[in-house]
């Protein structure tokens, strides 16, 4: 009993909330993988995202029906969410041929607005943009569904494409500490292709394939969930950008292994005007109906002096030595001859690095903190 008990607490110890959420679809394979292997791993897990890859901003007419097309590759028709229902029941047969049920009993949130997956009801879609599908997912849905769930970490991605983060304002969710990761790659894969990956429930199964998608998403996934689990989420709110350069594609010169890995390579905040682009700030309301209507809306204001004031970001931290030694920061003269020359990101992914960049205010690292 008493070891049980231990196990229990140490495990507690790791387990973060995280607010799952992309800048692509809901379903596209690199957050739905990183979902469930975030959940393999003790985490507590919501995925929160875009319903399209390429959505429109405002929200559609609120109807208490599926998206006629489905949503981005179709995933809600009734058709497909049955096959993969049967199909994944079948590839996850226990001992003495015994097929597990995975899939809850729950009658799915469904509307034209948002709506959870069938296949599981911790998945949710959100039928606009990124911003507003954040902003939605910690203002409505969250304070709805789940009322005791407090994120410790809103992680944005893996999304597609080194400039993805721009899609995201982190100035306008300061009460939270945010991690966006993007990758230079750029290959938009439905999670349930059964050309590449397995269908199942578990990680393990899904990516048992042998190709360059399978061994990319094992490599990034590791790479954040050490990182995840390095962070002290605790010490005020943590944003950090994070790229991922192209692997192990024939366009590619970055190759992992098991003898190889890929080291961290932290920058300073740069100007914000050459990250974000002007966001309108939109609130949200939940009818009585089960409609969310947007009823606030104003352009983001330039005053420097209130920025300043409402957007205390703390220098982050981890609590981890190994990460203290792996993140190097750049030299300053070698930062500032590629600021001059060439962009400091293609500097650091041209040599196999990942970029962290840190968004808080100081834009440093305080080693003397970290522990």
């Not at 495990?11 to 959420?21: E, F, G, Q």
């Not at 489905?70 to 996850?92: D, I, W």
């Not at 190994?322 to 993140?327: A, C, F, L, S, V």
């Not at 968004?359 to 003397?368: F, H, S, T, V």
């Amino acid at each position: 009993m008493r070891i049980i008990v231990i196990v229990y607490f140490i495990l507690s110890i790791y387990s973060l909330n995280i607010l799952l959420t992309t800048t692509d679809s809901w379903v596209s394979k690199d957050i739905r993988f990183l979902y469930s292997y975030l959940k393999e791993n003790n985490h507590n897990v919501l995925l929160m995202a875009p319903l399209y890859e390429n959505n429109q901003d405002d929200l559609p007419n609120f109807q208490k029906k599926i998206v006629r097309d489905g949503g981005e590759f179709a995933h809600l028709l009734p058709v497909h969410q049955t096959y993969f229902k049967k199909l994944r029941n079948l590839s996850n047969k226990g001992a003495k041929n015994v097929i597990k049920l995975f899939d809850s009993d729950f009658d799915p949130v469904l509307n034209t607005q948002y709506g959870q997956d069938s296949l599981d009801e911790h998945c949710w879609y959100i039928n606009s943009s990124p911003m507003n599908a954040l902003r939605i997912s910690l203002d409505i849905l969250i304070p709805t569904y789940y009322p005791d769930f407090k994120p410790d970490l809103v992680l944005v991605g893996p999304n597609q494409g080194l400039n993805s983060s721009s899609k995201i304002d982190f100035d306008n969710f300061e009460k939270y500490s945010l991690v966006s990761i993007s990758l230079q790659d750029k290959y938009d894969l439905y999670y349930q292709n059964e050309k590449y990956f397995n269908i199942g429930w578990f990680n393990s199964v899904q990516l048992m394939k042998h190709n360059t998608f399978t061994k990319n998403i094992k490599f990034i996934n590791k790479k954040i969930l050490n990182l995840i689990n390095s962070l002290d989420v605790n010490n005020g709110q943590i944003k950090l950008d994070i790229k991922f350069p192209s692997l192990n594609h024939d366009d590619s010169h970055c190759i992992t292994s098991a003898y190889s890995d890929l080291s961290y390579k932290q920058i300073d905040n740069r100007d914000k005007r050459d990250r974000i682009a002007d966001f309108e700030i939109s609130q949200f309301e939940l009818l009585p109906s089960g409609e969310i209507k947007k009823i606030k809306q104003q352009e983001e204001e330039d005053n420097e002096e209130d920025n300043e004031s409402s957007r205390e970001y703390a220098s982050f931290k981890f609590n981890n030595d190994r990460y203290k030694q792996e993140i190097m920061r750049l030299p300053k003269r070698t930062t500032k001859k590629l600021n001059n020359n060439r962009n400091v990101y293609d500097y650091i992914l041209s040599n196999c690095n990942i970029v962290l960049e840190n968004l808080a205010n100081d834009g440093k690292l305080n080693y003397e903190e970290i522990h």
